[in-house]
């Protein structure tokens, strides 16, 4: 998890703005509209004033508080984290509730701008979802997770799932599922990495993350070798659990269900907490969860 840090332009403005009688939320909204993430910016917040710094009853003052420039999103660690990227778009010039994705329309359940955040209902027959379900099954073992440090994969306790990847368009199924995420989000199917089946088992979770690469990371160059940096996920559910599992936005209190047929798209303009697209599974609590994931990729990923 990449956080932001706290310069000390930004540590003298909180406890200036703190003694000024700013209460802890005026201060955590001006840190939001800056670019700072929710849980960021009340890291932040706790680091320089402490639990109890600001008391809430302390009256807000009218005037608005500005974020010193060089706390601003666009200022942080990152290096490149504030050029924007491109990003797959499926709502092209507007909101409608049904979307082409080639072989079948589907249907617009959600969405939010800030993160870009869209459910999509119908995405995968049933019969898919059990077709991909029956040719992973046999492949499948404990999942790992990308370390940017090294540019390789290990098991992290964080992530508590088995799974596998298949190659681009391995089986048909898989072949028709990528055309039709190529034709509803506007992007290559080149540009898009295998597709990922996990298995979340009661108790299984995978905690809140990134799924860009942070480009800090000694690793990180190697990964971007294969196809540039990752600038959205899509998450396909290919059953409904019986209890829990929903893809969770810690940020924005946003929980997605997991509902057999349906996927969420989130996209990401820059490898930047300022994304806002900090998001985990929640814990299965009964049955358990099938998902495949395709991560999008600037480039033709290799």
């Known amino acids: 998890m990449i956080v932001q840090p706290v310069t000390p332009e930004l540590r003298h403005w909180l406890v200036e703005q703190s003694a000024a009688g700013q209460t802890r939320e005026a201060l955590l909204q001006s840190m939001r509209t800056s670019g700072w993430t929710e849980s960021s910016a009340r890291l932040a917040v706790h680091d320089v004033l402490g639990a109890d710094a600001v008391p809430a009853a302390v009256a807000e003052p009218t005037a608005a508080v500005s974020v010193p420039a060089s ?12 050029a924007v990227l491109a990003v797959p778009e499926p709502l092209h010039g507007g909101s409608r509730a049904t979307l082409s994705a080639g072989d079948r329309d589907v249907t617009v359940l959600a969405s939010m701008r800030s993160p870009r955040v869209l459910v999509i209902g119908g995405l995968l027959s049933h019969a898919e979802c059990d077709e991909m379900i029956e040719l992973a099954r046999t492949r499948l073992a404990r999942s790992e997770t990308v370390q940017t440090g090294t540019g390789s994969s290990e098991v992290n306790a964080a992530r508590t799932s088995d799974g596998m990847f298949f190659d681009r368009g391995e089986f048909p199924v898989c072949a028709r599922l990528e055309s039709r995420i190529a034709a509803l989000l506007g992007w290559p199917v080149e540009n898009g990495e295998g597709l990922q089946v996990l298995r979340y088992r009661a108790g299984a979770e995978y905690k809140p993350h990134y799924d860009y690469f942070d480009p800090d990371q000694p690793g990180t160059p190697l990964l971007l070798s294969r196809g540039g940096q990752r600038v959205a996920s899509l998450v396909c559910y ?7 599992g929903a893809t969770v936005f810690p940020d924005v209190g946003l929980e997605v269900a997991a509902v057999k047929g349906n996927a969420v798209f989130f996209s990401y303009d820059r490898p930047h907490p300022a994304t806002r697209s900090l998001h985990g599974g ?10 495949a994931t395709k991560w999008l990729r600037e480039g033709r990923f290799e």
């Open 71 to 82: 706390a601003a999103r666009g200022d942080v660690a990152g290096g490149d984290a504030a």
């Open 238 to 244: 290919l059953n409904t659990p019986e209890q829990g």
């Open 282 to 291: 929640a814990p299965v609590e009964g049955g358990e969860k099938w998902v």
